[in-house]
């Protein structure tokens, strides 16, 4: 399986725009789906964005518009570019990695903490 590490989190202000990326093991030109989840304080873990090998990209309704998902597979890395943030948008912020032959299992990064304080 491949390894995911999460990286660019950190304190932000309210309508900060930070961009957490999520580094590879190995190549991810090969993964069908690579996105990101996070889970809040209280919260169950929530989908956010998720990109396909052919570019297809996937928002979860409160971050459409205000987030861009995107893929560097020359550098294996996938990108979230956070705008407009909002405090309700603090959460532990997780790399995921999907295939199709690997059926229902996912690879999961360890987390990037996100806190949209002033």
């Known amino acids: 399986q491949v390894q995911l590490g999460e990286s660019g989190g950190g304190l932000v202000q309210p309508g900060g725009s930070p961009r957490p990326s999520c580094a590879a093991s190995?190549?991810?030109?090969?993964?069908?789906?690579i996105g990101w989840y996070r889970r809040a304080p209280g919260n169950q873990r929530e989908f956010v964005a998720s990109?396909?090998?052919?570019?297809?990209?996937n928002y979860a309704e409160y971050v459409k518009g205000r987030f861009t998902i995107s893929r560097d597979n020359a550098k294996n890395t996938v990108n979230l570019q956070m705008t407009s943030l909002k405090p309700e948008d603090t959460a532990v912020y997780y790399c995921y990695a999907w295939k199709a032959n690997w059926g229902s299992l996912h690879s999961w990064g360890q987390g990037t903490q996100v806190t949209v304080s002033s």
């Open positions: 990109i396909t090998s052919d570019g297809s990209t």
């Open positions: 190995g190549s991810i030109f090969s993964i069908d789906h």
